[in-house]
């Protein structure tokens, strides 16, 4: 089972700074295999980026997706009220598999 | 637009088997290629995949549960539903319906899910 392992935990930022998040899996990913969502308390997760770097339907362009092997990141430019919420990466390699989440609070 | 919706009994007794259904609407449960699939959540913790299946018949399980899992699709409803069998309090869980990305694609990836119902595994 390939796992996926989420840093930071938990990154306090202020709503207009940049947030790096990263996903490091424990062996090679294909690139079209990973995905990231955000998920508000309370709420189910929601697809932002899938194939690394392809933003789903409707998601602003804040939201980026880089990476490749076993090095993902997200990145989100401009932090807006409603991203202060947990995200997960996800990866498919025969099974799925989530990382642990990192959490984006308000500084 | 294509909505999901988690049914079933809130609490079931240890060693008994979990039933969750999920009706779709908004779209046909057949057309594309889609799978569609269960995850759960224990409160306060990460997102587990149980499984997917798709209107022909076709599943495939998380390894880790692979025993204990049943997935099946009923195309005159327009719902797929899990069996969960011998629980325990580790299956306590909000438990998730979703579509899968198609197999057309080389992408794989969860895009509507539903609004999760939780299940508590007690006596």
């Known amino acids: 089972e390939i796992v996926l392992t989420q840093s930071p935990g938990t990154l306090s930022l202020s709503p207009g700074e940049r947030a790096i998040l990263s996903c490091r899996a424990s062996q090679s990913v294909s690139s079209s295999y990973l995905a990231w969502y955000r998920q508000k308390p309370g709420q189910a997760p929601r697809l932002l980026i899938y194939g690394a770097s392809s933003r789903a339907t409707g998601i602003p362009d804040r939201f980026s997706g880089s990476g490749s092997g076993t090095d993902f990141t997200l990145t989100i430019s401009r932090l807006e009220p409603e991203d202060f919420a947990v995200y997960y990466c996800q990866q498919y390699g025969g099974s799925f598999t989530f990382g642990g989440g990192t959490k984006v609070e308000i500084k | 637009q294509l909505q999901l919706q988690e049914s079933g009994p809130g609490l079931v007794k240890p060693s008994e088997t979990l039933s969750l259904t999920c009706t779709v609407s908004g779209g046909s449960i057949t057309s594309g290629s889609y799978y569609w699939g269960w995850i759960r959540q224990p409160p306060g913790k990460g997102l587990e995949w149980i499984g997917s299946?798709?209107?022909?018949?076709?599943?495939y399980y998380n390894p880790s549960l692979k025993s204990r899992v049943t997935i099946s699709v009923d195309t005159s409803k327009n719902q797929f539903s899990l069996k969960l069998s011998s629980v325990t309090a580790a299956d306590t869980a909000v438990y998730y319906c979703?579509?899968?990305?198609?197999?057309?694609?080389?992408?794989?990836?969860?895009?509507?899910w539903g609004q999760g119902t939780l299940v508590t595994v007690s006596s």
């Open positions: 299946g798709r209107h022909s018949g076709s599943t």
């Open positions: 979703a579509r899968r990305s198609p197999m057309t694609t080389v992408t794989y990836y969860f895009d509507f």
